[in-house]
């Protein structure tokens, strides 16, 4: 395996790489022109069974597994599959992560609405099976909370399903849309609106951002521009522009690619209603108004009413994070330790990838902001990614404690 200098500057500075050959559908700007005035929920809920049921046939699947973080996504593709298939048993799987707000009893609360089984892997140490997480998905990313969920459903099912893609085919990230339209104006070009967006994302990257990268990676935030600025360069409605963007950002590049890598090592059937063809193809072409309400900042209009028309908008929580870990206690508690083992002595620093004075500069500190710790666990995913497959002096099965 080589090292493609382009690959670590964009996944250390935007958490992709467009560079890697899609999972899903390309879209362009012109697949986010808005076709109809109004959606159907009547669509939407009968290409949704219909998936399913081409996925799954009832005769012959009795059992499976399914993510569900108690949020609008994974509860609504809960209660299609007991809507589709009522029969089916359902293994339904929750993340509790240490120190970090705990959302799993709402997800209880779902599991018993439908009368399911319901598990909780709580994780002590997030990072401990990294090595072997990497060494799945080839890629060097951190946040790989999928591996754990996907581990734990192999005890029960060959078939893992989950709400991935609600947030960007159908509009869930309201806080970016918000702090968005509030630095863009009817003049801005298409440059600043490039650079907005970015801002909406400033944890994927650090002030000094160009400091990080050694005398082998060239870095230039025109480089970073240049990748953004054409899905902003057309004649969408600003919010649509941000939804094209979103797409093919890190659910293209990101979350696909990785779920689905992890999904086939552990030989599991991904079920992914949201990501449909049909499902994203009709969500792309709504207007940004049938999926955002800027007014009230809500987001997912077409999901929120259908969990109205089931009931199930009173069990869900209003503020919802999905599987996250809060990774400032992340970092307190075995993040920067580790990062201080594997990156005193980093070979991405001795091979030139990575500037080794950033590194001595911030790696002491205790009063880091969340940009600096995300930034720390990237070089440290980057560095058990380069022992594994470059210098290829780290076994898969090292835990980090």
């Given at each position: 395996?080589?090292?493609?200098?382009?690959?670590?500057?964009?996944?250390?500075?935007?958490?992709?790489?467009?560079?890697?050959?899609?999972?899903?559908?390309?879209?362009?700007?012109?697949?986010?022109?808005?076709?109809?005035?109004?959606?159907?929920?009547?669509?939407?809920?009968?290409?949704?069974?219909?998936?399913?049921?081409?996925?799954?046939?009832?005769?012959?699947?009795?059992?499976?597994?399914?993510?569900?973080?108690?949020?609008?996504?994974?509860?609504?593709?809960?209660?299609?599959?007991?809507?589709?298939?009522?029969?089916?048993?359902?293994?339904?799987?929750?993340?509790?992560?240490?120190?970090?707000?705990?959302?799993?009893?709402?997800?209880?609360?779902?599991?018993?609405?439908?009368?399911?089984?319901?598990?909780?892997?709580?994780?002590?140490?997030?990072?401990?099976?990294?090595?072997?997480?990497?060494?799945?998905?080839?890629?060097?990313?951190?946040?790989?909370?999928?591996?754990?969920?996907?581990?734990?459903?192999?005890?029960?099912?060959?078939?893992?399903?989950?709400?991935?893609?609600?947030?960007?085919?159908?509009?869930?990230?309201?806080?970016?849309?918000?702090?968005?339209?509030?630095?863009?104006?009817?003049?801005?070009?298409?440059?600043?609106?490039?650079?907005?967006?970015?801002?909406?994302?400033?944890?994927?990257?650090?002030?000094?951002?160009?400091?990080?990268?050694?005398?082998?990676?060239?870095?230039?935030?025109?480089?970073?521009?240049?990748?953004?600025?054409p899905h902003f360069d057309n004649s969408l409605s600003d919010l649509d522009q941000v939804f094209l963007a979103d797409y093919n950002g890190k659910l293209m590049y990101n979350f696909a690619p990785i779920n689905q890598r992890i999904n086939n090592y552990f030989e599991l059937t991904s079920i992914a209603p949201l990501l449909s063809t049909k499902i994203i193809f009709y969500a792309s072409h709504l207007h940004s108004k049938q999926k955002y309400d800027d007014l009230n900042n809500i987001g997912k209009i077409p999901l929120q009413q259908l969990l109205r028309k089931y009931n199930l908008d009173s069990l869900i929580l209003k503020a919802k994070q999905g599987f996250s870990v809060d990774t400032l206690n992340l970092w307190k508690s075995y993040g920067q330790e580790l990062c201080k083992y594997y990156l005193s002595d980093a070979r991405i620093v001795k091979d030139q990838w990575i500037n080794g004075n950033w590194i001595l500069k911030h790696i002491g500190r205790n009063d880091l902001d969340v940009r600096y710790v995300n930034k720390f666990l990237g070089l440290l995913a980057l560095e058990i990614w380069y022992r594994l497959f470059i210098t290829q002096e780290m076994k898969s099965d090292t835990n980090l404690s």
């Open positions: 395996m080589l090292v493609d200098p382009n690959q670590i500057r964009n996944i250390l500075t935007l958490r992709y790489d467009p560079s890697q050959k899609p999972l899903l559908p390309q879209l362009t700007w012109k697949d986010f022109v808005p076709k109809t005035s109004d959606f159907s929920l009547d669509f939407i809920e009968k290409s949704i069974e219909n998936y399913i049921l081409k996925k799954i046939h009832s005769s012959d699947v009795k059992r499976l597994s399914l993510a569900l973080s108690g949020g609008v996504d994974s509860s609504l593709v809960l209660a299609f599959l007991k809507k589709t298939i009522p029969d089916l048993t359902i293994d339904a799987i929750s993340i509790k992560f240490a120190d970090s707000i705990d959302e799993t009893k709402t997800a209880e609360k779902i599991a018993e609405h439908f009368g399911i089984n319901h598990h909780v892997l709580f994780l002590e140490n997030y990072l401990k099976e990294l090595p072997k997480a990497i060494s799945i998905t080839k890629l060097p990313f951190w946040d790989l909370h999928w591996y754990y969920v996907a581990k734990k459903s192999k005890n029960f099912s060959n078939y893992l399903a989950a709400g991935d893609g609600g947030d960007e085919v159908f509009g869930g990230y309201t806080f970016r849309y918000a702090k968005f339209l509030s630095l863009i104006n009817l003049k801005s070009s298409t440059l600043e609106k490039t650079k907005a967006y970015l801002k909406c994302h400033e944890r994927d990257s650090v002030i000094d951002q160009e400091e990080i990268f050694g005398e082998k990676i060239s870095f230039d935030w025109n480089l970073i521009y240049d990748q953004i600025l």
